[in-house]
Structure formats: C-alpha cells, structure tokens
C-alpha cells in the first residue's frame, strides 16, 4: 500500500463487535476470563489494549518497522530504548540533541554506570574515527535545534561494524519524509506529542524496531515499566496519522516560505534550515529524505532581540513543542535547551538570540505579517 493509505487504513480495520470505521476507545482498565487461563488474548489494559495496539501497528507500518511500543511520552519511549544498555556500557550521542534527552543521559542514566559520550555526528568519517567502542549511537537529524545533517546510511555502517545500535530521533521529519530504518537504523523513536499527533493535544512516544528481536524485548519493558499510551491519547494520534500526508507537505511549503522571508531579511543574522542549498549536509539530506520540513531556527544576535520578537509576534505562539498544525515560537537557550549549562550552549552554538520556529498549517502570508511585525520590534 502507498504511504497515504497506510495512514488511514494500517492497524486500524473495522471494528469487529460494531463495525465501527475508527477504531473505538476501549477504556478498560481490565477484562472478563471465562475461566483460569482462558481468555481471548486481552488480561488487563497495561499489558493489552486494543486501541494503543492499533496505533502500534499503523506507526510501525508507516516507518516500516517489524513492531512499534507506545509509550506515555517522548522521553518514556527513550527511557525504554535505553534499557537495551547495561551499566558500563558505552552510548555515544550527535552532540546537539533535544536537551530532555542530554539530560535524561547525563542527570539519570549516568548514575546506573551508563556512559554517554557526545560528539560531531555530522561528518561520518571524522566520526568513526573518534567514536571509540560503543554499543549504542543515538542521532537526530536534523539536530534539534541546529538543524545539523547526519548521514543515517554511513553511521549505520559505522555502528555496526561495532556489533552496535544505530538509534534515530526522527521526530522533525516523521516518516512521511524520512523512514530511517530503510536507510539501516535499527530503532526510531518519536515524541508522538509532534507532527505524528499534530493536534497539540497528546503527550506520547513511540519506539519502531526493525527485528522481532528487539521488539520482544520492548514489548517486555512497556509492560514491565508500565509507563504506557493512554488509549483516549492512542486515538488522539490515531487521528493525526490518518491526515499525515495530507499535512506534511502543508508544513513544508509554509516552512520553505518562511525560511527564504527570514533569510532575506536584514534584522536575521543566520536561518538555520536544511533546504538551503548552502545549508552545511544539504545534499546528504537531499539523499536520505524526500523533504525539508518546518522546523528552522534563526539566529537575532542578543536575547533582548529574542525578546522582542517574541514579545510582538501573536499568531505565533510562544510555546514548547512543536508540530502542531499551528505555529509554535520558542526561545532554545531557556526552553527546550535550558538544561544544558551555559558553557554547553555556547559550544553547541545555542546562543541567547537564536529563536526556533515550528511552521504550521495557516496562510503563509499571514505568518509572514506575524514574523514582520514582530522584526520590526528588533
């Protein structure tokens, strides 16, 4: 099937009590067994529920993976990749990532004896050459929010020739643009609060895996942890996937639109975007996804600058997370990356007057006027 059908129809089948098209809201905390050890494959809503498997099923079919886990966020769905480490076993990371996850791996799992390393991703060759043993590589790309490249086929290369993981954060694409475990990834995860849900209305992750091995085993971690997808939150993103490729080339082309007003405008010192043909890993970029996305950021030289706009701008929301077929406006250095010390965002390049936007759905002119009117405050 083609990728718009399998968003409507994967994982999703007729409802077989009602005949119900969307899959229903099985709210159920537990369920009726005719006898000891008899039951019709569902015992109690942590381990089995019909809803969040749906989801399960439709994510893994549009990422192409063997399996997928929901789980009750973003970071619950990292949390559960990461239980494949053992303490002393060594993660290395692309050096600019979503600082929930910098500081999950440095502030918890660090404690158990995990170690984590962070390095330059973008450059593959100088990368297995400085990467040392590992048995996890965990990547996004693009970086968030620097919008760095990484080349997903030759780190694959890089990682197994280790005996490792290749593990991609594919959130700012979502597989309607790039399906990383085609390129040779062998897990993706997703904050399904992103464009997969798109409705700004559901926290939640996924993780998709390519083999049966790896999904038994996170199969066992959702139940055993227990930190699952609500099934009202199942149906929420349920919702989203089925208009996903309906809205992603929306996203791109406001996002393109947007891109080119900022870069042209004299208030904007650098947009950080990957469809710019200058854009440092553009043409990796260019092999290994079919689109740009909408997520940018630019850079407005000092936080006072930061401010103003972001004072100014109403049609934007100034907001965490992104997405959602609105537009969401935030401040990286005291938001999304506010647990990095200063030291770390000034080495990163996260400066105070870099600004990271989420292209939505609306008339691009009326962003346009939005973004005008808020660099005039600058």
């Known amino acids: 099937m083609g990728f718009a059908t399998d968003c409507i129809h994967a994982g999703q089948e007729p ?6 098209v969307t899959v229903p809201i099985y709210q159920t905390s537990t369920y009726v067994q005719e006898g000891i050890g008899q039951h019709k494959g569902y015992e109690y809503a942590r381990t089995h529920n019909l809803t969040r498997r749906s989801l399960e099923r439709n994510l893994a ?13 973003g970071m619950a769905a990292t949390q559960a990749v990461l239980t494949l480490m053992k303490g002393g076993e060594r993660v290395v990371v692309s050096d600019n990532v979503y600082g929930g996850t910098h500081r999950f791996f440095t502030k918890v799992l660090a404690r158990y004896g995990v170690q984590f390393a962070f390095l330059e991703a973008s450059d593959a060759v100088a990368f297995d050459r400085a990467a040392g043993e590992f048995r996890m590589l965990w990547i996004e790309t693009p970086t968030n929010p620097l919008m760095k490249v990484c080349d997903i086929a030759a780190l694959a290369e890089v990682a197994h020739r ?37 409705h700004s209305d559901s926290v939640g992750g996924v993780a998709v895996v390519k083999d049966q091995k ?12 227990g930190a699952i997808l609500s099934p009202f939150d199942s149906w929420l993103v349920l919702r989203g996937t089925k208009p996903l490729a309906l809205r992603m080339p929306r996203h791109e082309e406001n996002g393109r639109v947007v891109a080119r007003f900022l870069r042209d405008h004299p ?26 996305g909408s997520m940018i950021s630019f850079d407005l030289g000092s936080l006072e600058a930061a401010q103003r706009l972001l004072r100014t701008v109403r049609l934007c ?21 506010a647990g990095y010390t200063q030291g770390e965002r000034d080495a ?23 973004l005008r009117r808020g660099l005039e405050a600058v």
């Open 348 to 370: 990163l390049g996260i400066g105070q007057g870099l600004v990271r936007i989420s292209v939505g759905c609306e008339d691009a002119e009326d962003l346009l006027a939005d």
């Open 15 to 20: 409802d077989p009590t009602t005949g119900a």
């Open 61 to 73: 079919a549009l990422e192409g993976g063997a399996d997928a886990y929901c789980f009750a966020s």
């Open 317 to 337: 929301s100034l907001a965490e997370s992104l997405g959602g077929v609105e537009t969401l406006i935030s401040h990286p250095a005291t938001m999304t990356h």
């Open 267 to 292: 208030k904007v010192r650098r947009v950080y975007w990957p469809g710019f043909e200058d854009h440092p890993g553009h043409e990796v970029h260019r092999r290994q996804a079919t689109g740009f």
């Open 214 to 225: 790896l999904a038994e085993w996170l199969r066992y971690v959702q139940n055993a942890a």
């Open 162 to 198: 280790r005996d490792a993981l290749l593990v991609v954060d594919n959130t700012f694409l979502s597989p309607f643009f790039q399906r990383p475990l085609a390129l040779g990834a062998d897990v993706v995860v997703h904050s399904t609060t992103k464009f997969l849900n798109g």
